[in-house]
């Protein structure tokens, strides 16, 4: 029998996803929140909501007891986990057994068999799915772990056995980095999952992440859901994910499934899991497969499988879970289309993709249509006006876009980022645009390298035309100081001269980089733009508050204009821009100062790399901070000594925080 009420223990999109199906199928849900998230989407997703403590997820989402104890205080009958906190946590999906409640997820039993990829790897040998030649035993000796290294052969890869999402991940291409990789690696691994124990592996070349999503049931029943190409990524995270995978073959496809049943078979699994494949290709077409872990929760970006299958697969786990057969058998499972997700983030991909915080002063997506196969889809934890913090992940949202073929869906999801606009701080999303765009990515030539393959393109962004980005300013002053009623003809500010037209200088930055541009208006609604050497006539009508209907140089186009103050936001059809104003009465120096270090975002300090009285140069690296459940890296910004340490390993620091000063060396 289905559940009544159901708890769902995590926030943002995922919580946000679940309570929808759960609201669909006539079952309540209960969401638990931090202090941070009182407001948040999730709280009001769900029909009741309970706090479970302060902001760090160690005290909040992590804590298993508080999270059993708001289930019984509000009667409960399941629990749903998400992905991420405790979804992998076997002592807590055990915990929920033994408190009578029900774990929507696999026994525990599983997931401990699972959640060492070492341990893992030695069931898949006995089970006959493919390894990856590397060393998956228990001694972790730094020592010894690197001989191990040189005898599987450079390149390897350093995996944390507990790990995930990219963390605990580092690929070492010679013998003398790897005892500085391999300590960096157990520092992040045990921040993000309290065990630092690691694997080493061969590092295949050109390799292709490729995922096969799996469902079991308790009546012994498996099938597999077809896979998920997710082999474009940075920092060994996801960036986009696609399905089915290109360049896959009926027969290929039926081996891998078959792979990943007996994998999930091997450990008694129970519900949504992904068994997860490095492949090698021949060309494009996927070949040799090995496996890499078993990620025992739903993941990220099962909307794409939805969107081929037709399928709710948050239904079929609270079906699952509540004691029901799987809905569907193999031979009834069939692909329809192609579709492609990628994860919006607050980051800043030109800064070394460093996580970004802060308000989201606009977010407006593109029109969606939620669980469905359709062009569109939105899943998101966030509303305009919400703050971005420093203690959770960097995802924002996920867009999702199917399309009959792969060309289609590509359009779409070209289309769907374009209008897509978010305002208030750096996102990954003209950087998606750019990838996607890609001859790479356009032609299916995927590999986990892809981004690093195309760094020129991509790093490298092409500005938009300054004429055209000016105009939409333009077009937003003359919308904000147009005439008013209420307003005497003294008062407005709309440039009205009796005899002849009026000049107005426009000062401005675009992207940091000084603009000198002009309007002159002139009777009617043609104007005259000058900026730099072009000059074009303009015209333009509001379409609402922010977006517009431009005409410029002959050419119509419609554009949004996002201000705050002096500072301007323009999203046309072939990208965004950042512009503020310049007051020249105001200006005043602001010149870095070159001697200091500085947070870039909240954080803790990892480690301090240098002393008083070092010398360092240009780019060396000083300190170490983690911020987002990542590590950052922060380098010497010119050559000098370091003169005094403002902070100590361990300490919290604010955005903007001093850490060290540097003088001239003598």
């Known amino acids: 029998m289905m559940f009544k009420k159901i708890l769902i223990a995590n926030r943002g999109e995922i919580a946000c996803r679940i309570a929808a199906t759960a609201r669909r199928l006539g079952v309540r849900t209960v969401a638990v929140y931090s202090d941070a998230d009182a407001n948040a989407a999730h709280v009001h997703a769900c029909d009741e909501a309970v706090c479970i403590g302060p902001a760090s997820p160690r005290e909040s989402y992590l804590r298993g007891d508080r999270v059993l104890a708001a289930a019984h205080a509000t009667g409960a009958q399941a629990i749903h986990p998400g992905y991420g906190f405790l979804s992998e946590n076997a002592a807590f999906a055990q915990a929920c057994v033994d408190a009578g409640l029900v774990f929507i997820g696999p026994p525990a039993s599983s997931i401990a068999a699972m959640g060492s990829k070492s341990a893992a790897k030695a069931l898949m040998e006995k089970a006959g799915v493919p390894l990856v030649p590397g060393y998956h035993g228990d001694c972790q000796e730094s020592a010894f772990l690197q001989a191990e290294a040189d005898l599987i052969a450079y390149p390897v890869l350093i995996k944390a056995s507990a790990g995930g999402g990219g963390k605990g991940m580092r690929t070492v291409q010679r013998s003398e980095d790897f005892a500085a990789a391999l300590a960096s690696c157990q520092r992040e691994a045990i921040a993000s999952f309290g065990d630092d124990r690691v694997l080493v592996e061969r590092y295949v070349t050109r390799p292709r992440h490729i995922e096969i999503q799996v469902f079991g ?106 004691g029901e057969a799987l809905p569907l058998t193999q031979s009834q499972l069939a692909i329809q289309g192609h579709a492609i997700e990628a994860r919006i983030c607050a980051e800043n991909p030109l800064q070394q993709f460093l996580p970004a915080t802060g308000t989201l002063k606009t977010y407006r997506p593109p029109a969606s249509s939620h669980f469905s196969v359709s062009p569109v889809r939105v899943d998101s934890g966030v509303r305009e006006g919400d703050e971005i913090s420093p203690h959770y992940d960097s995802m924002i949202s996920k867009l999702i876009v199917w399309g009959p073929t792969r060309a289609q869906a590509l359009d779409r999801l070209d289309a769907a980022l374009g209008d897509l606009h978010i305002t208030g701080l750096h996102t990954n999303v003209a950087f998606v645009r750019r990838i996607i765009r890609t001859p790479s990515f356009q032609q299916a030539e995927l590999d986990t390298a892809l981004i690093e393959r195309e760094h020129a393109s ?71 733009l000058q900026c730099g050497e072009q000059s074009a006539f303009f015209s333009a009508q509001a379409l609402g508050h922010d977006r517009f209907d431009l005409t410029l140089a002959g050419q119509r186009l419609t554009m949004a204009v996002y201000r705050d103050r002096d500072h301007f936001e323009v999203f046309a059809p072939s990208g965004h821009a950042v512009l503020s104003l310049i007051d020249p009465l105001a200006q005043a120096s602001t010149a870095h100062a070159v001697g200091r270090l500085t947070a870039l975002m909240p954080g803790r300090v990892v480690a301090l790399l240098v002393k008083v009285g070092d010398a360092v140069k240009t780019g060396d690296a000083l300190a170490v901070t983690e911020a987002m459940k990542m590590e950052h890296t922060m380098t010497a910004p010119r050559d000098g000594v370091v003169s005094e340490l403002l902070c100590a390993a361990g300490d919290q620091v604010p955005e903007g925080a001093e850490l060290l000063r540097l003088t001239d060396a003598p």
């Open 458 to 528: 991509l790093f490298s962004p092409t500005p938009l035309d300054p004429l055209l980005v000016v105009a939409g300013v333009a077009a937003r002053l003359l919308a904000d100081e147009a005439p008013s009623a209420t307003l005497d003809p003294w008062s407005q500010r709309d440039g009205w001269r009796l005899h002849g037209a009026s000049r107005r200088p426009l000062a401005l930055t675009l992207e940091g980089s000084p603009v000198n541009a002009s309007l002159t208006c002139q009777p009617g609604r043609t104007h005259l």
């Open 217 to 322: 049931d308790s009546h012994g029943h498996y099938v597999h859901l077809f896979e998920r190409d997710c082999s474009v990524q940075r920092r060994h995270q996801k960036v986009l994910e696609e399905a089915p995978a290109p360049g896959m073959t009926a027969e290929r496809r039926a081996e891998m499934g078959a792979a990943a049943i007996a994998a999930a078979r091997s450990v008694g699994y129970v519900g949504a899991g992904t068994v997860e494949f490095i492949v090698e290709q021949d060309g494009m077409e996927v070949k040799n497969f090995y496996f890499m872990e078993m990620n025992t929760r739903l993941q990220v970006e099962h909307p794409v499988t939805e969107a081929i299958t037709g399928l709710d697969l948050v239904e079929w786990q609270l079906r699952v879970a509540s």
